[in-house]
């Protein structure tokens, strides 16, 4: 049937039969008469004109509209002298110990009615619930909803506001063609709960809801039976976390502490009741848009769109009791100062229903168009099945985040618990060990166009995938600090990467992998010369890349350059040696691995005039060195070796010579070499060349401003590569 509107056959002013509408005299009996009396003429519309009406419990009727004019307050007597209708028997045995309390009564609270047909409460007045409760258990005679109805159909509430509506500021159980409006509720528990409701419609609603759900779709089993919540539209909403009454004021203010209980009085004028002392709450204020946690029933055709959250929590769509939560559509929402997981997807089994509930199933949910910012940096966006249940069908795309970042490698290395029976919270999971997003145990799931960033460096990777299949990543980009993974891969089979910052594509990445992206990782196994430019060259790469070089093992080797142990690669033999030992104990892990060895290599001995290592056996390391950075899956960069002058050389160094002859021989072989293994050459030998002699030194080392102008040669040739692509892995048998 159609909404009864304004234009309804007659109207029954409160006054006429008798309310006073002075904020004093109880006017219950005066309302109840106006409602009796539209009922028996078929329908009409109860009306109040301005001024305050003290009331308790009011019982609604048929073909009613309950309207609030400019000026009407509504506002809810003090029980203890007025007590409010006692709560109904649960409608099934057991019903209220399977749900929070207060979903299995309606008869508590200011407004309520039962089995009814075609009503509405239009304002723009308003219900001050002053006396109404919050707490689990409601003292005798207290009411602890503004407005309750139940197995309804045709309802219409538009253009009032709500100020302190109790435990529920409206629960709204069974309702069939329900539509909402325009409504301003500032409350200090839960907003909206709409349970077990079919074909509604939410729009241009603002809720303040700090210590408890903004908008809430839930399918308890309030009703004694199983019900979907399903055909639901909600649109250009607004939910926040402001403290209570200030966003009915105009203030917004957000000076309640949630670290601990408050003392009286710190809440501000208005004050919140009996709980007053209890106001510490887990993790902030909470106002958001939540399908959950109550979902006996299920979930589905539920279309989000053009909402805007505020110092609140984020979106969370949770099916932890056995029914399903499938056919779901977020589009277009704004979020800034987020106070933990800006998106939250759970799939549980804490299985709390009559019966013996099945596992909760998750199933085509697309969410698109999300900005957020200034994001709690403990959670990332929590996409979560549990094991052999997967979420299934997930579409995430569009989606800009801002944390805040801060995060460390300790909190990386966390292991996130499964929890799969229990509250489905982001903050029970504790700080995550990926600062952007968590998929875990999922399934055909499509991450498009992701943008990650956070306001301080964090050392989590962005994202991270566990137990994941047929996945997805597009267009993924992502801020990512040196040493950190972007993309952190557990048992995920069927990942097809395209497009992604940093990120090479691919496809069917192995279970197990880790995927690194920029800053990409050099790491240098060289001589001397090396170490002269690297402090330039880290310089140089910072902040794209992330340097790192063989290392004095601590036993102070470092001076000794013909010790494997020091920082200085040193020969052929000593690179070989080390990259093995890397290899079978700690393998490198790097974007790029930066080569040179030869200067040790042809030192000639001045009384035999043997070398250190021959020409062929050169030769032959390089060729070794090449197979075991393949093993190692290192790309592989070769800097050639430096020129000497050999006038110059051989009368600074007595132990041993050097020729410019043989640097040209071990270039030209090592040349011959990488090139035939598709290795990149970095030509630091002809860079050299122009600055000598004056450059020198010593008989073989550079002044410190040629050092630094060769670190940064070599930086520019490896930002070029990164640029073009990585180059593949070393061949493990070159030519």
């Known amino acids: 049937g159609s909404h009864l509107s304004a234009s309804a056959r007659a109207v029954y002013d409160v006054r006429d039969f008798g309310a006073r509408g002075d904020g004093r005299t109880l006017d219950t009996d005066a309302i109840h008469a106006a409602i009796a009396a539209a009922h028996a003429a078929g329908g009409g519309i109860v009306h109040f004109s301005p001024g305050t009406y003290l009331t ?175 055909n639901v539209t909600i649109t250009n909403c607004q939910v926040s976390g402001y403290d209570v009454g200030t966003l009915l004021d105009g203030t917004c203010r957000r000076e309640v502490d949630y670290t601990r209980p408050a003392p009286a009085g710190a809440t501000g004028h208005l004050e919140f009741g009996p709980q007053e002392g209890s106001l510490a709450h887990r993790g902030g204020p909470t106002g958001r848009i939540k399908l959950g946690t109550e979902s006996w029933g299920g979930f589905r055709n539920i279309a989000i769109s053009n909402c805007v959250f505020e110092y609140c929590r984020g979106l969370a769509l949770e099916t932890v009791d056995g029914g399903v939560l499938e056919d779901v559509t977020v589009n277009n929402l704004t979020l800034r100062d987020v106070q933990n997981s800006p998106i939250f997807v759970r799939l549980g089994r804490r299985n709390r229903g009559l019966g013996t509930p099945p596992v909760a199933v ?149 279970a197990g992998a880790r995927v690194r992206t920029a800053p990409a990782r050099v790491f240098v196994v060289g001589d001397s010369i090396s170490l002269d430019y690297g402090p330039s060259l880290e310089r140089r790469l910072a902040p794209r890349f992330a340097y790192d070089r063989k290392r004095d093992d601590g036993t102070g080797t470092s001076v000794d350059l013909d010790d494997p142990k020091g920082a200085n690669g040193g020969d052929s033999r000593m690179v070989l040696d080390y990259l093995r030992r890397r290899r079978e104990r700690n393998p490198i892990a790097a974007d790029i691995l930066v080569l040179n060895c030869g200067l040790h290599d042809l030192r000639t001995d001045p009384a035999t005039g043997a070398k250190r290592v021959p020409l062929p056996e050169y030769a032959d390391n390089l060729r070794a060195i ?110």
Not at 166 to 186: Q, V, Y
Not at 389 to 398: A, C, G, M, Y
Not at 479 to 487: D, F, K, T
Not at 636 to 655: L, M, Q, Y
Request: with cysteine; charged share 20%; aromatic share 6%.
């Open 56 to 230: 308790k419990s009011i019982r609604l009727r048929s073909r009613i509209v309950f309207r609030l004019g400019i000026g009407a307050v509504l506002e809810a007597a003090a029980y203890a002298e007025h007590p409010f209708d006692a709560p109904e028997p649960e409608l099934a045995p057991g019903a209220e110990k399977q749900s929070s309390p207060g979903h299995s009564h309606w008869h508590n609270s200011l407004i309520y009615g039962i089995d009814l047909d075609d009503i509405a409460i239009l304002g723009p007045g308003r219900i001050f619930g002053r006396s109404l409760v919050r707490e689990r258990v409601v003292p005798a005679g207290a009411g602890n909803k503004a407005i309750a109805l139940r197995d309804c159909r045709n309802v219409l509430l538009r253009d009032f506001s709500i100020l302190r509506g109790g435990h529920f500021a409206m629960l709204l159980s069974g309702i069939e063609n329900l539509t909402l409006d325009h409504l301003k509720i500032d409350t200090q528990r839960d907003g909206i709960n709409l349970d077990c409701c079919r074909n509604v419609r939410v729009s241009n609603c603002s809720i303040n809801s700090p210590f408890d759900d903004g908008l809430c779709l839930k399918s308890s089993t309030g009703l004694g039976r199983p019900r979907l919540t399903e």
């Open 626 to 735: 090449l197979a075991e950075a393949a093993a190692m899956a290192l790309p592989v960069a070769w800097v050639r070796i430096t020129p000497v002058v050999d006038a110059i050389h051989n009368a600074r160094c007595s132990k041993f010579r050097r020729f410019s002859a043989d640097v040209d021989a071990y270039n030209r072989m090592a040349d011959e070499i990488m090139l035939a293994a598709g290795v990149s050459l970095i030509d630091l030998h002809a860079f050299t060349q122009p600055y000598l002699p004056s450059a020198l030194a010593d008989h073989v080392h550079f002044a410190p401003a040629l050092r630094d102008k060769q670190g940064a040669f070599i930086a520019s040739h490896l930002m070029a590569l990164i640029d073009a692509g990585p180059p593949p892995p070393a061949d493990r048998s070159p030519a």
């Open 362 to 510: 998750v199933r085509r949910v697309t969410i698109s168009n999300v900005v957020a910012s200034n994001v709690d940096p403990r959670f990332a966006c929590l996409l979560l099945g549990i094991p052999g249940h997967p979420i299934e069908d997930l579409t995430l795309s569009n989606i800009r985040i801002l944390f805040r970042g801060g995060g460390t490698a300790a909190d990386a290395a966390r292991d996130l618990p499964e929890l799969e029976t229990g509250y489905p919270e982001p903050y029970q999971f504790g700080v995550t060990p990926a600062y952007g997003l968590f998929l875990r145990h999922a399934r055909r799931v499509t991450l498009h166009a992701i943008d990650l960033q956070t306001d301080a460096p964090d050392a989590r990777p962005a994202l991270m995938l566990d137990d994941v299949a047929d996945v997805r990543l597009s267009l993924v980009n992502a801020a990512c600090v040196p040493g950190a993974s972007l993309l952190r891969l557990k048992e995920v089979s069927g990942l097809t990467i395209s497009q992604c910052a940093g990120l090479a594509d691919a496809t069917g990445i192995a």
